[in-house]
């Protein structure tokens, strides 16, 4: 059974850092591509960033580039992302999700993964940074 378990979410404010965690589990790791969405309010699901878990290559959307970073352990079958410099705007409820079919990342037209491609999905974690 597939299982994404992510943490490291809570409160926070503005300027500081945060890492998520996305522990995988259920399935072949290498050869995937794991990714990291969030859902602001009131907003659609976008791709923040993903990395293709054989290679090593990382996407990171627009949006975040420069303050957020995707890495993995693979020896834990975890996947990292590194949110610095947070702002209020971050605020959301961030997921990590998995495409499991072999091969490399889908990218969506904001350089970060398309949501479309992933068909496993963790519950979420929420990240919220006050001003």
């Known amino acids: 059974q597939v299982q994404l378990v992510e943490s490291g979410g809570g409160s926070a404010q503005a300027g500081v850092s945060l890492r998520l965690s996305c522990a995988a589990s259920?399935?072949?790791?290498?050869?995937?591509?794991m990714g990291w969405f969030r859902q602001r309010p009131g907003k659609e699901r976008e791709g923040v960033a993903a990395?293709?878990?054989?290679?090593?290559?990382?996407f990171v959307a627009d949006s975040v580039k420069g303050r957020f970073t995707i890495s993995q352990d693979n020896a834990k079958n975890t996947v990292y992302l590194q949110m610095n410099s947070l702002k209020p705007e971050d605020t959301a409820m961030y997921y990590c999700?998995?495409?499991?079919?072999?091969?490399?990342?889908?990218?969506?037209?904001?350089?970060?993964?398309?949501?479309?491609?992933?068909?496993?999905w963790g519950q979420g974690t929420l990240v919220t940074v006050s001003s």
């Open positions: 259920g399935f072949v790791y290498s050869g995937k591509c």
């Open positions: 990395i293709a878990t054989r290679s090593g290559i990382t």
């Open positions: 999700a998995a495409d499991l079919r072999d091969g490399g990342c889908s990218l969506g037209r904001n350089g970060g993964p398309s949501e479309f491609a992933f068909n496993s």
